[in-house]
């Protein structure tokens, strides 16, 4: 019965949170397979702490806090994970046809470092305040105001280049 | 996609949007899943400390019982490979298309990408062949087919939601109709299986789903017990949902379509078809509007816009929403007797007269439609300027021809023949 209850509460939470979580992991990696695979996995940690986790004032940020430090190190997790889970084989995720410009905006998601991209989605994604930012991952206001001002600069300037029109040849 | 002014909430916005694009992906993660596969990891660690234990044991007492040994550290030449993924037929290894086959059948994969039928009779069915083309007819490779063969007289329509993703129905007679898919660019097929006596009557896809209409059979000609399934692209998990209420199906004329969310289905009662539309993905559906026709096939560009193929009998009559099938507009080719309509999106489409030569495009949402050619071809367009084309030719044949000026002119492509 104890076990029933707490797979209800999980589930709401899961309700709750599977769009953002889904959302931010498509953002930091930059394609919907590893987004799910990340948050099948974030979830299988939530669900394995959730007396722990569900106790917590910021459950959500916990998740975020998961999710961004599988998504740093994903290649080396998920690989040793796969190979001696008993996960489902890696779900293909059947996505709309999206635009070119959605396609250079991820583009230029990816060439950012990976703190930038971090703040960014969780400012422009989350919508986060910057305080919150600095609390979440530990560091000064300060510096997560530069890192956002370099993460903004670096994908204005990189949509800048793709959007500019070829030289002409010169004869 | 730059930003106008360059500022930070202009690149913020962008992020945004494209993280709630996400939100239109069909995505596969279920608390279920994490449940089932928590148990299972778990059951795993403790397989795993339980066979650790018991290997560490043996290799003990094998060190106090026995001379050492020499070991291997690599395997020697002719080891063999273990875990090895089943092999599916590739075009390296499928036979080059024999001449005798001409092609037949075009479906549209994306607005680059199409699946060429190509087929034959021997014997008493007929032979199939599948080509696939990522560049609308530049160079084509051989994929498999879903059925080497086919009965003569029996239906077929293939139909793809993304390159990748493709469904067929086909069947000798309405009882025995199947759904089979692939999810690999037709490197391979497989059934899909609705129960012993269903009967697959068609499918349509979206984007993001597919939808099957699937009736039961208890013999040849007795159908009835419609039911409606929807998965999501790719999946093999079908839900079953219901068919509309209102109506009973049995013999009547339906098509299905679907765009985004959105499905319809047209369904003629033998004078009139009622045009019924579901905003939630199949769940329910209510009747939008009533045209005078025997049965309409429903070809959407949008969520809006919804072209009608319909036949009145002897005639065939065309028309078109742009409110999502509540008011339909005429097209003007009443004169046109009976052909075949391929709409691009929700401006252009071409239309094919059968019964005289010529191809038509209308570019203006079908006000007017304008003579492109005066080949007799069916078409397939990808987009505005590039299209596939079937050109009849004497005794039945066919023909596969390119274009890419909006069909003004076509090149014949030359398919890879051999034996």
């Keep these: 019965v104890e076990e029933a209850s707490l797979q209800e509460e999980f589930s709401r939470f899961f309700d709750r949170t599977k769009a953002g979580l889904l959302g931010q992991a498509y953002l930091l990696v930059g394609n919907p397979e590893d987004a799910q695979d990340l948050v099948q996995e974030v979830y299988l940690r939530v669900w394995r702490n959730w007396d722990r986790v569900s106790s917590l004032d910021n459950s959500v940020a916990w998740s975020r806090s998961v999710l961004h430090n599988l998504a740093i190190g994903r290649w080396r997790r998920l690989k040793i994970q796969r190979s001696r889970s008993h996960l489902n084989s890696r779900a293909t995720v059947a996505t709309p046809e999206v635009s070119a410009d959605h396609l250079d905006l991820i583009s230029a998601l990816m060439s950012l470092p990976t703190i930038q991209r971090r703040v960014l989605v969780l400012r422009a994604f989350d919508g986060l305040s910057t305080a919150d930012i600095a609390a979440e991952i530990g560091t000064s206001e300060a510096t997560v105001r530069l890192w956002l001002s370099r993460a903004r600069a670096s994908i204005a300037a990189n949509l800048r280049m793709k959007s500019a029109p070829p030289s002409r040849k010169v004869r | ?419």
């Excluded at chain 2, 993703?165 to 660019?185: E, F, K």
């Excluded at chain 2, 008011?327 to 071409?350: E, M, W």
């Design chain 2, 1 to 419: 996609v730059l930003p106008e002014d360059g500022s930070d909430s202009e690149i913020d916005r962008l992020v945004r949007l494209a993280g709630e694009v996400a939100s239109e992906f069909a995505w596969k993660v279920e608390a279920a899943d994490v449940f089932d596969a928590r148990r299972k990891r778990s059951a795993g660690v403790r397989s795993f400390r339980s066979l650790a234990i018991a290997a560490f044991a043996v290799v003990i007492i094998l060190l106090l019982l026995v001379p050492m040994p020499q070991f291997h550290i690599f395997p020697s030449h002719g080891s063999t490979r273990a875990g090895g993924a089943p092999q599916s037929a590739t075009s390296s290894t499928l036979p080059s298309l024999r001449s005798d086959f001409y092609p037949s059948y075009l479906a549209r994969a994306s607005s680059n990408t199409a699946y060429v039928v190509a087929r034959e009779m021997c014997g008493g069915s007929i032979c199939l062949q599948l080509l696939l083309t990522s560049d609308y007819g530049a160079t084509f490779e051989r994929v498999t087919p879903p059925a080497s063969q086919i009965a003569a007289n029996g239906s077929f329509e293939m139909t793809f939601a993304n390159p990748r993703d493709g469904y067929t129905v086909l069947g000798p007679a309405l009882a025995h109709q199947r759904l089979i898919m692939t999810g690999n660019s037709a490197k391979s097929w497989h059934l899909i299986r609705f129960g012993s006596t269903a009967s697959v009557y068609q499918v349509a896809v979206s984007k993001l789903f597919a939808y099957a209409l699937v009736v039961s059979c208890s013999s040849k000609e007795s159908c009835s017990k419609y039911r409606l399934y929807r998965a999501g692209v790719g999946s093999s998990v079908w839900v079953s949902l219901a068919v509309p209420s209102s109506h009973d199906l049995a013999g009547q004329q339906i098509f299905i379509a679907s765009y985004g969310d959105t499905v319809w289905l047209s369904i003629g009662d033998g004078g009139e078809v009622d045009v019924l539309r579901s905003t939630n993905e199949g769940e329910s559906f209510s009747t939008v509007s009533r045209i005078p026709a025997i049965g309409c096939k429903l070809e959407p560009t949008s969520e809006t816009v919804i072209w009608l193929n319909c036949d009145t009998g002897n005639d065939g009559a065309w028309f078109r929403s742009d409110d999502g099938g509540h008011n339909f507009g005429v097209l003007p080719l009443q004169g046109s007797n009976v052909g075949a309509l391929d709409p691009v999106s929700s401006s252009i489409a071409y239309f094919s007269p059968v019964t005289s030569r010529g191809l038509y495009r209308t570019i203006d949402g079908g006000q007017t439609f304008h003579q492109e050619s005066s080949l007799s071809l069916d078409v397939s367009f990808g987009n505005l300027m590039h299209g596939l084309g079937l050109v009849f030719e004497s005794q039945g044949r066919t023909e596969l021809s390119r274009t890419s000026d909006g069909g003004s002119h076509w090149e014949p492509v030359r398919l890879p023949k051999g034996n």
